[in-house]
């Protein structure tokens, strides 16, 4: 808890949570939306103090299926609250064994 460098202080204790729900348009088709929360407490350190945080995302999806086993989900995930306005875009290539 002595540290010489401040910009490298860390949160004690982080809990994250996420609620989502996904619903499937056809056999091949997903549309999802998840809303997650990140919170921190106050953390105490010899020569700073770490304010408790608060942190939430909403984050929309699109699942469809490429071919057997192989599917494409691009997302787009927009920050609710925090120090500016923030939009990620992300895709992923999940792949499923021995359907």
């Known amino acids: ?18 609620l989502g729900y996904a619903l499937a348009l056809n056999d091949a088709l997903t549309i999802s939306a ?4 990140v919170f921190t407490q106050r953390t105490t350190f010899t020569q700073a103090i770490l ?3 608060q942190r939430f995302s909403l984050q929309f999806g699109l699942t469809s299926l490429l071919t057997k086993g192989l599917f ?3 997302t787009v995930s ?5 120090p500016g306005s923030n ?6 290539l999940p ?3 021995g359907l």
């Not at 998840?34 to 929360?37: E, I, N």
């Not at 927009?78 to 925090?82: A, K, Q, S, Y």
């Open 72 to 74: 494409i989900e691009p």
């Open 1 to 18: 808890r002595d540290l010489s460098d401040i910009t490298s202080l860390q949160p004690e204790n982080t809990w994250s949570t996420t």
């Open 51 to 53: 304010p408790a945080r």
């Open 78 to 82: 927009f920050g609710l609250n925090g």
């Open 95 to 97: 792949y499923t064994f």
């Open 87 to 92: 939009v990620t875009f992300g895709v992923s």
């Open 34 to 37: 998840a809303m997650a929360g």
